[in-house]
């Protein structure tokens, strides 16, 4: 589908970008909101127990990655927003900067009259203790690569081939559930606005 950016393309620019903040100290962080064409990820230490089909033959392209968390599924119709950014600008504090990632969020919905809720242990966003939104991330020397991904009104069957997060028994969700007719291009602007504010960024596009 037209728009869509290959998983692969976006990761080789996550980690181009993450070098380049390693070896130059005023560099300026980078935000990438895409959508994929449907993949599946797995987090560094992933269980493979968690995926339904075999590994060797996935349903659509399968990436183990580096990032923490368990397996998740990025599709058209699911917001990616990937950060790398340099923490020691903000907090040198990781627990920190998932929750500021799932404030992220919760402003987005709130934005949108939905009440994003937290589920004490857990890392991502919920409505109704349906799962909307999957976070992970990764750090190197306090840089950060990969973010979280918003369900907005992706076709969800594709979560049945997986347990997501490796979370048994949670439900998933996306936002055209309670907003029928929502469109990713609604909620990007909201996405992108949010980022700035929480993390007190500037947009510039990339020379």
């Known amino acids: 589908m037209p728009g869509l950016v290959p998983f692969e393309q976006a990761w080789t620019a996550q980690q181009r970008w993450q070098k380049r903040l390693l070896e130059e100290a005023e560099a300026p962080g980078a935000v990438w909101l895409l959508q994929h064409p449907p993949c599946y990820t797995l987090g560094r230490g992933a269980s493979t127990q968690h995926l339904h089909f075999d590994p060797a033959q996935p349903p659509a392209p399968l990436h183990r990655i580096d990032r923490g968390g368990e397996v998740t599924h990025h599709l058209p119709g699911q917001l990616v927003a990937y950060l790398v950014l340099d923490l020691r ?14 404030q992220v969020l919760i402003d987005v919905l709130a934005r949108l009259g939905l009440k994003g809720q937290r589920q004490q242990g857990l890392t991502g966003l919920w409505l109704d203790n349906r799962k909307v939104a999957a976070i992970g991330v990764g750090c190197r020397r306090w840089i950060t690569q990969h973010g979280l991904a918003l369900n907005v009104s992706c076709d969800l069957e594709g979560f049945e081939q997986i347990t997501p997060c490796g979370l048994h028994g949670r439900k998933v969700g996306c936002l055209a559930d309670w907003l029928p007719g929502l469109h990713p291009s609604e909620v990007q602007p909201l996405l992108r606005d949010a980022i700035a504010a929480r993390f007190d960024l500037a947009w510039f596009a990339e020379a």
């Open 89 to 102: 600008r903000h907090q040198t504090d990781l627990h920190w900067y998932l929750r500021e990632l799932e």
